[in-house]
């Protein structure tokens, strides 16, 4: 189910200027690497005003900003005294560490506190000094949507998402409530469209794009895995690899890619290349709300896979035989068969040419061509080329070892 929210639009007396606001939490700083990394559009193009339908973006983020110290927090500070003069969105990655609820300390702070945030420079004062009048609030990476590994079992910083921390009713300025682009890390193209998307929406430019029922971009995480994976053929024809790298399907060691949606596979880690399970590397659910726990143990076996997998090897096993004879067919020209022989060379070394698959293609093409024109049929009608066989009718000896050629064969059975 997608859920269109519509912003208001933005003022013309912005004049095409919005601030963007990144704030960590717990994080490792991959959701950063991640937008780094992104190209459709790239962070360059945003703040170089190279996208002619959005407006100029400042980005004030620790890593990238020019400025620094109490010069990059004042930006922060206006922000959150609504005095910028241009509207802003929020980009929280990280988990939210519960230390609202402390006497004292923090988990996680940037710079020194100030009026804006009312404390001591705490990641979570800055979220609460920024959040409700941000014209947007995303959360990036599965630690800030989700919760993710600061939230698992054990941890002490009771750390929550995002949307966990400001509370089901919160709504940006602008009507949005949180806005959730998981992964870990995230695949960096997923965010930077989502917010090119959000600020089209916001100055008018386009409708605001639509969300799941979990906050998350609803083109980008309406389908499984699986549906994309380059290895899902295998599954389908019961075939499943037996350690990490195995060019098979990853179930049986841990895959769960047919319950997880995530576009990893079809979009690739960086720049369209990569991703998990083209890299050989099992899905472990990582832009789930379940994630790492409900995953756990990573490369088992999840437990729903020894009935569909058993299954699958049992129809499998027979999809794939009736694929190879269909293959076998296929890989036969008319002519061959219009001469009652002439596979290659190499198709008599390797044994392909049997009358048990004469036998196959004539119940194939019968079920084929019903109620259609038998083109087959057709072909069988076309005349020989009369220069078929060329050396031979010039008396040209070059008929090969079947012995010598068989060393160099290898069989679709062996493959």
Not at 126 to 143: D, E, F, H, K, R
Not at 216 to 237: I, N, S
Not at 334 to 357: M, N, Q, V
């Amino acid at each position: 189910m997608a859920i269109d929210f519509r912003g208001q639009s933005a003022p013309a007396s912005e004049e095409g200027m919005m601030h963007v606001f990144w704030l960590s939490g717990m994080s490792c700083d991959g959701c950063s690497v991640a937008m780094l990394g992104a190209s459709n559009p790239s962070i360059e193009d945003l703040v170089l005003d190279r996208v002619p339908d959005l407006p100029l973006v400042v980005m004030h983020h620790p890593m990238i900003a020019e400025e620094s110290g109490a010069e990059l927090m004042a930006q922060y500070s206006a922000a959150g005294q609504n005095q910028l003069g241009a509207p802003y969105i929020l980009v929280v990655e990280g988990s939210i560490p519960d230390d609202q609820a402390l006497s004292s300390g923090a988990f996680a702070s940037m710079g020194a506190g100030s009026s804006a945030a009312r404390g001591r420079g705490r990641a979570t004062d800055w979220i609460v000094a920024l959040a409700p009048n941000a014209a947007a609030t995303i959360a990036i990476g599965t630690c800030a949507t989700w919760g993710g590994i600061p939230a698992a079992a054990g941890n002490i910083t009771r750390s929550m998402s995002l949307m966990d921390f400001l509370g089901g009713g919160y709504r940006s300025s602008r009507g949005l409530p949180v806005v959730n682009v998981p992964g870990c890390a995230p695949q960096g193209d997923n965010f930077m469209e989502t917010l090119a998307n959000i600020m089209r929406g916001l100055t008018g430019n386009r409708d605001m794009p639509q969300f799941d029922e979990l906050g998350r971009p609803a083109w980008l995480f309406d389908q499984t895995v699986h549906v994309h994976c380059p290895k899902a053929g295998y599954y389908e024809e019961g075939i499943f690899a037996e350690e990490p790298g195995d060019n098979e399907c990853l179930v049986e060691i841990g895959c769960w890619g047919p319950v997880v949606q995530c576009n990893i596979v079809e979009r690739g880690a960086v720049n369209h290349l990569g991703g998990c399970m083209v890299a050989g590397g099992a899905c472990i659910g990582c832009t789930m709300p379940g994630f790492p726990d409900k995953y756990s143990p990573f490369y088992k076996a999840p437990p729903g896979s020894a009935i569909s997998g058993g299954l699958t090897k049992v129809t499998g096993s027979a999809i794939r035989r009736m694929r190879l004879m269909s293959m076998k067919m296929a890989n036969r020209e008319p002519i061959w068969e219009r001469a009652g022989d002439g596979t290659t060379a190499w198709g008599r070394a390797a044994g392909l040419d049997s009358p048990l698959e004469r036998i196959n293609g004539k119940f194939y093409k019968k079920l084929q061509y019903k109620g259609s024109v038998n083109q087959a049929s057709r072909n069988k009608l076309q005349p020989q080329p009369q220069s078929m066989d060329i050396l031979r009718q010039k008396g040209v000896d070059v008929e090969a070892s079947t012995d010598v050629l068989q060393e160099h064969v290898i069989t679709r059975e062996e493959l």
